[in-house]
């Protein structure tokens, strides 16, 4: 039968099944991982419908209250956090795209500077370090530097005749905290991207920038910086398009479920999991509905602008 | 760098070892922190604060952790070593065979396998359904598998490790084919062996993202017997960070146990121990990896 339908020479015309039994070996391969993004990434779709409905264990998720937009309607209103935990969540990301390139491009920039081979080596995997270890074990590195009686942090303030601060009851200070932890963590691993990027440049025109006198810094700006800006991007547009995407293990790592600075810290996602205990199922599913809605537009726009800048290079 | 270097040039220079020197100098000097406090004893941090020089140096603490909780720090270990294993086996076969596929060109319908991936990336459900569906429909509630199975399948490792077998020139996959060989024989003894480097670094991501995971702990697991060593360490921290910040009375103490200043920094050191031992020679490979997969994206 299929040396048959090989000779029609019609390619095209062959159906779906044909195609799938012809590479069931490799379709077969692929049935496991999309298993499990079914049954992790699909099927939790049907539960957004609780956004829209007052839910009660009892009456199951489509047997409950229809109540329209009322959960995202509170969100917005004065009672709630919502605009708090939005503005917190845009201001840390804000903060975390803007460090996060401009500290890793200065490490791959001044690393590429370094002759010395050893010194590169060890510096280089002394920085690898923060990506190693989880949020929590940062948390207890700062914790050790911010604690109000035994930390590093009052010590160093104490040399300069500065009253200790109480840092854990002090909300002011926890998004800069927060943001240079982040920048901390994230620098030596993002700095890899861009000396891999670096790598890939033309050697001929450093040379040629010598003959005509150029000194280091002028080929720093004038060469690499520019040649970088593809790379710092698409960086920047796929983390543009998570800005309101933050990092939970971040803050609760970080800060705990520590009601003092929850004011200041709380994130969307975060706020998300504080909801699902106080607030109800509900409203917290309305919150990350919304997350995600505008977390779709943002990264279609991202991949959009990313197509213009790029010759048609999307981010995907 | 040639001898006649001018003024600026130096000064470049200079300033690249002074500021990367200092950075790294940041990055290690946290570990080496809590690395000092742990071995300091308790009296003397009390009264000195923490330094990167061990105070009236002690194993003590360690000895103190072994004998209170030893048991459940060895549990824990056992959680998180065994979460790590099969994570981390489990996520390079599932992501190996569907970046394999995809790589394939002549795939007719890859590009909807890999549009079915994408999308999980750019849309989600959220956290709320995600959890009642795996708390009510898969049972995940103080399950050892909350741990290992949603977090199996990484679309961007599967991503990466795509971008490496691409690189793998499809004639080989040919011959191999007219030898009668089938994808997965293919795929397990062609692709896999050409992509050791690809798939150590995927699977120190993995092992890296088991190893460091709380997250779900936090959210499936109230059994003490299940908690992963981070979600143990979660704990003692967040235990006494409600304390510093004034919540709980420092009175009314008595039925919480308060670990003391050096016992927290010798439980991190015991949860991030294999991670020190480990690091510098795999970090190697990891960046490595990581560039070719950089560049090639």
């Given amino acids: ?316 | 760098m040639t001898k006649n270097a001018t003024l600026p040039d130096r000064l470049v220079t200079g300033f690249a070892y002074l500021f990367i020197s200092l950075f790294a100098a940041m990055c290690l000097y946290p570990l080496l922190l809590t690395l000092s406090v742990s071995f300091s004893s308790e009296q003397a941090i009390a009264r000195n604060g923490y330094s990167v020089i061990p105070q009236a140096f002690t194993t003590d603490t360690y000895r103190y952790i072994f004998a209170n909780s030893g048991e459940r720090i060895l549990r824990s270990y056992g959680i998180t070593v065994l979460v790590t294993i099969a994570g981390t086996l489990g996520g390079l076969l599932l992501t190996g065979m569907v970046a394999y596929a995809l790589s394939i060109k002549k795939l007719k319908y890859r590009n909807v396998i890999a549009f079915i991936c994408n999308f999980t990336i750019i849309f989600s459900a959220g956290l709320i359904p995600w959890y009642i569906v795996n708390v009510n429909y898969y049972g995940f509630k103080n399950s050892i598998l909350a741990l290992i199975v949603p977090s199996l399948f990484n679309v961007w490792n599967m991503f990466l490790l795509r971008t490496y077998f691409a690189q793998i020139s499809p004639s080989l996959y040919e011959a191999a084919e007219v030898d009668g060989a089938n994808h997965f024989t293919i795929f397990w003894r062609i692709a896999l062996p050409l992509s050791t480097t690809a798939m150590l670094t995927v699977g120190l991501m993995y092992a890296l993202q088991y190893w460091n995971d709380w997250w779900h702990a936090l959210i499936f697991v109230n059994d003490r017997d299940l908690f992963p060593l981070q979600y143990f360490l979660y704990n003692i921290l967040s235990n006494v960070n409600a304390i510093s910040s004034g919540r709980i009375p420092s009175g009314a103490s008595g039925s919480i146990t308060l670990p003391a200043e050096t016992v927290k920094m010798a439980v991190t050191i015991i949860t991030i121990g294999p991670i020190l031992f480990l690091y510098p020679f795999v970090q190697k490979y990891f960046v490595q990896g990581i560039m070719t997969g950089a560049v090639k994206e």
């Fill in chain 1, 1 to 316: 039968m299929i040396a048959a339908s090989e000779n029609t020479g019609k390619k095209k015309d062959r159906g779906v099944l044909y195609e799938l039994r012809r590479h069931r070996i490799l379709y077969l391969m692929c049935v496991p991982g999309l298993i499990l993004l079914v049954m992790f990434c699909y099927i939790p779709f049907a539960g957004v419908w609780m956004a829209f409905t007052d839910f009660n264990v009892v009456d199951g998720i489509f047997g409950s209250k229809f109540v329209g937009l009322d959960n995202f309607k509170y969100f917005f209103s004065e009672n709630s956090m919502g605009w708090k935990v939005t503005y917190n969540t845009l201001v840390i990301n804000f903060w975390g795209i803007v460090l996060g390139i401009v500290v890793p491009v200065t490490i791959a920039i001044l690393l590429n500077e370094i002759r010395g081979k050893s010194f590169k080596k060890l510096t280089q995997s002394m920085m690898f370090f923060p990506y190693f270890i989880s949020w929590v074990v940062v948390g207890a590195i700062i914790y050790g530097i911010f604690s109000s009686d035994v930390g590093v942090a009052n010590g160093i303030l104490g040399w300069f005749g500065i009253e200790p601060i109480r840092w854990y009851s002090e909300p002011k200070y926890w998004k800069e905290i927060i943001i240079l932890a982040n920048v901390w963590k994230w620098s030596g691993y993002s700095s890899i991207i861009y000396l891999a990027a670096m790598s890939g440049f033309d050697g001929s025109l450093y040379e040629a920038a010598k003959v005509d006198g150029a000194n280091k810094l002028q080929q720093i700006f004038r060469l690499t910086v520019p040649m970088l800006k593809p790379t710092v991007i698409v960086l920047t547009l796929l983390n543009v398009g998570r800005i309101f995407y933050g990092d939970f293990g971040m803050i609760y790592g970080i800060v705990g479920n520590n009601p003092v600075l929850s004011e200041e810290v709380t994130i969307i996602d975060t706020y998300v999991y504080q909801s699902m205990r106080t607030l109800g199922f509900s409203y917290s599913t309305a919150i990350g509905l919304l997350q995600s809605v505008m977390g779709l537009i943002l990264i279609t726009l991202a991949n959009g602008i990313s197509k213009k800048v790029n010759d048609g290079e999307g981010l995907f």
